[in-house]
């Protein structure tokens, strides 16, 4: 089963306005505004038949809002897909409340009655609490209670006024650019344009909003769905805190790093921590932070009896220096005789040259010296260095008991 991204509380207002930017930008949410984009261009078709489609962009727009806002709150990370939704009757109420306050605030525009324009501004003031309590409660008659607004409110303060204003900047992108547009630019490009940024306002602002009710979750009595659905799903702590860790590094890497620290220093930690952490010191461009858990987390693995994933972190490290080496013969031995066994050859003879470098005079030496001169001879025109080599160790360890293999060895490769 595909793993479920999470989202992390405890984020800043710039971290959910950032997230919020970034929402309709990926996923099912791109391609969802491109497709919403090419349907509005479809508004330029004569008379009933393109007032008929714009209605149906503003029902699709708000109805894959609401799901939006509802996904987010319920603390998934990544966009719904198209036409899915978390309760199609909230949904619809969104829509339909939706609907209602720009059909208020048109119809006294247009025919100039004084008390529909109120009642749309009032609405308009009170549209993100009415989405937000839909989103947690899913009760219309709470939702509409001017009580509820007033508690919604003070309940995310200031922060409160962030999808406020982005509700007016829609509205100011509807009645303004929308006119710039279709004066400046060709209808062939002004309407696509025009219903793909109306789409990211919308998807971002419902986003938002849901991302902040996620972050009040215990407050308001909620249990995210999507947590619930990760840990039946067998996601356990250290899947999510990956997935968080993910999400943080988008906006603040460093911290994330402080986190990875804090994780690896507290108990030990599952390749996939392990594996995340490198990925972003490695898109950080963290050459010694690789080197140094590369060499911590080799003796881990070693001690675990997991030699062959200790070796794909040694190949890791040799890509950033050649003459990386395990800082314990101990951790050494193991790996350098894997290699060799499963026919990794050339990084077998990498490292045997490398200990040996490290560790001249340690007992194991003539071993891995004679290990590295057989690999030596099984390449084409190299069995001279291996030569060299055995005489180099010969003179070194004199009595040692692999001196006859070493003879033997130094006789075939010179004949």
Same mark, same amino acid.
């Given at each position: 089963m595909q793993k479920i991204a999470v989202s992390r509380t405890g984020a800043s207002v710039g971290e959910l306005l950032l997230g919020a930017l970034r929402y309709p930008l990926r996923g099912t949410a791109l391609v969802t505004c491109l497709i919403l984009a090419g349907?509005? !261009?479809?508004? #330029? /078709?004569?008379? *009933?038949?393109?007032?008929?489609?714009? +209605?149906?962009?503003?029902?699709? &727009?708000?109805?894959?809002?609401?799901?939006?806002?509802?996904?987010?709150?319920?603390?998934?990370?990544?966009?719904?897909?198209?036409?899915?939704?978390?309760?199609?009757?909230?949904?619809?109420?969104?829509?339909?409340?939706?609907?209602?306050?720009?059909?208020?605030?048109?119809?006294?525009?247009?025919?100039?009655?004084?008390?529909?324009?109120?009642?749309?501004?009032?609405?308009?003031?009170?549209?993100?609490?009415?989405?937000?309590?839909?989103?947690?409660?899913?009760?219309?008659?709470?939702?509409?209670?001017?009580?509820?607004?007033?508690?919604?409110?003070?309940?995310?303060?200031?922060?409160?006024?962030?999808?406020?204003?982005?509700?007016? !900047?829609?509205? #100011? /992108?509807?009645? *303004?650019?929308?006119?710039?547009?279709? +004066?400046?630019?060709?209808?062939? &490009?002004?309407?696509?344009?025009?219903?793909?940024?109306?789409?990211?306002?919308?998807?971002?602002?419902?986003?938002?909003?849901?991302?902040?009710?996620?972050?009040?979750?215990?407050?308001?009595?909620m249990q995210p769905e999507a947590a619930v659905i990760a840990q039946r799903s067998g996601q356990d702590a250290d899947d999510l805190f990956v997935v968080r860790m993910d999400q943080l590094a988008e906006t603040d890497p460093e911290a994330a790093l402080d986190q990875f620290v804090a994780r690896l220093q507290h108990r030990a930690a599952p390749a996939t921590i392990h594996r995340a952490y490198r990925d972003l010191m490695r898109k950080r461009g963290m050459r010694e932070g690789l080197m140094v858990h590369g060499q911590v987390w080799i003796a881990a693995l070693v001690a675990n009896a997991e030699e062959r994933r200790a070796l794909g972190v040694v190949q890791e490290c040799l890509e950033l220096d050649a003459s990386f080496i395990p800082d314990d013969p101990v951790t050494a031995l193991p790996l350098i005789d894997l290699a060799s066994r499963i026919g990794m050859s050339q990084l077998a003879l990498q490292m045997s040259r490398s200990y040996l470098r490290q560790w001249p005079h340690s007992p194991e030496t003539p071993r891995v010296g004679l290990l590295a001169a057989r690999l030596l001879g099984d390449q084409p025109n190299r069995g001279t260095e291996g030569v060299v080599l055995l005489g180099k160790l010969m003179r070194a360890f004199p009595e040692d008991p692999l001196r006859p293999d070493m003879e033997a060895l130094a006789k075939r490769l010179s004949g």
């Open positions: 349907v509005y !261009l479809a508004t #330029a /078709l004569p008379g *009933l038949l393109g007032r008929l489609v714009a +209605l149906a962009f503003w029902v699709m &727009l708000w109805r894959y809002g609401a799901a939006c806002l509802l996904h987010a709150a319920n603390g998934y990370a990544d966009p719904p897909g198209m036409g899915v939704e978390e309760s199609t009757r909230v949904g619809v109420i969104l829509t339909v409340i939706h609907l209602v306050v720009v059909a208020c605030a048109t119809a006294g525009v247009v025919y100039n009655i004084p008390s529909m324009v109120v009642l749309a501004m009032v609405l308009g003031f009170a549209l993100p609490a009415i989405d937000m309590s839909l989103a947690f409660d899913g009760d219309l008659a709470t939702a509409l209670n001017p009580v509820t607004w007033w508690r919604t409110m003070g309940r995310f303060g200031f922060h409160y006024f962030i999808p406020l204003g982005l509700n007016l !900047l829609t509205f #100011a /992108l509807v009645v *303004l650019v929308s006119t710039w547009m279709r +004066l400046h630019l060709p209808a062939v &490009l002004a309407l696509p344009l025009y219903g793909y940024a109306v789409a990211c306002l919308v998807i971002m602002n419902f986003q938002l909003m849901g991302a902040m009710v996620h972050e009040q979750h215990e407050d308001l009595g």
